[in-house]
């Protein structure tokens, strides 16, 4: 939840409730200050999560002040001296991280929001993973926690440990929009697209909006051409810093077929609410609410 959507006071308030809270990926400078943030308000361990594609050294040397470093949507490799999780779609990702240094990796499975690098169900693919690692060896698993039912599940079926996003998107400290928060509430499916691919042509799972219902109309992944222009000017736009990214994303609209992956911020462009990727699991469909984030991580342990 890159961008702003989790900051300190989100990640502060998980790990004050006993959970590991974890920062997006922001600017270098800006995530410094988010960690410097976060330990004014608890002494618990943080975590930080660094998308690949757009990460740099100076993101690492920011990282290095946090306890956890979570890894995502690239190749693994070890980048700091503390404690690295990397999140992968797939058994050959797992047994790739896990030789790389990783102390541990998350399971994610297709269902799960936002960016997905996940093929097949959370529960199939942990079972895969489990199977191909050393028992000893840690996995999380990621998509569909939103109840403790869920995280009971996960940890009955091998997971050392749950991982849940979306549940803290519609939380009281999240960074979201409060339109954003509203379509995630009244929200009963999602749709897993290429749309938004500006700079990085992945896969993301969304709400629908305005942009998907105007372009997704022939096929879920978005129009061929657009996933044609999103892949060949990857290499170049993944480069472009992310303060610039943000401005250009103040500038969608959901008329014209240059969608980014920047999310809709509480003190973002409100364009992005409607032009933007309302990222969100399929589990948003039972979340009814918005709670604070210390409630959520004592109601998804209480089964423990």
């Known amino acids: 939840m890159g961008g702003g959507l989790a900051g300190h006071e989100l990640a502060a308030a998980v790990s004050e409730a006993g959970g590991l809270g974890t920062i997006g990926i922001l600017p270098p400078d800006d995530l410094r200050a988010e960690l410097v943030a976060a330990r004014r308000l608890t002494a618990r361990p943080i975590a930080v999560n660094l998308l690949l594609p757009f990460a740099r050294r100076a993101h690492f040397g920011a990282a290095s002040d946090a306890d956890v470093l979570v890894t995502f949507w690239g190749r693994p490799a070890r980048r700091t001296p503390n404690v690295w999780v990397h999140q992968c779609g797939s058994v050959e990702e797992a047994i790739a991280a896990r030789a790389a240094g990783a102390d541990a990796v998350i399971a994610q499975g297709v269902e799960a929001g936002g960016h997905v690098r996940g093929t097949i169900p959370a529960a199939e693919l942990l079972a895969r993973v489990r199977a191909a690692l050393p028992d000893d060896y840690p996995v999380l698993l990621a998509g569909g926690i939103v109840d403790a039912s869920d995280v009971k599940a ?18 009281e400290e999240s960074g979201a929009h409060p339109a954003y928060k509203e379509r995630l509430v009244e929200a009963d499916e999602t749709v897993l697209t290429e749309l938004f691919g500006v700079g990085w042509p992945g896969a993301h799972r969304v709400v629908p909006n305005e942009a998907t219902s105007r372009w997704l109309k022939g096929d879920r992944r978005g129009p061929a051409w657009v996933r044609v222009i999103h892949r060949s000017t990857a290499p170049l736009l993944s480069r472009v810093p992310m303060r610039l990214q943000s401005s250009l994303a103040a500038a969608q609209t959901s008329g014209r077929p240059l969608f980014g992956p920047a999310a809709a911020t509480a003190g973002g462009p409100p364009n992005l609410v409607a032009a933007g990727p309302l990222y969100a699991g399929e589990s948003v469909a039972r979340i009814t ?16």
């Not at 996960?154 to 998107?169: E, I, K, N, Q």
């Not at 609410?289 to 423990?304: C, I």
């Open 154 to 171: 996960a940890l009955d079926a091998g997971a050392c440990a749950a991982v849940s996003g979306t549940r803290f998107l519609l939380s």
């Open 289 to 304: 609410e918005v709670r604070p984030a210390g409630e959520l991580v004592r109601d998804l342990a209480s089964e423990l």
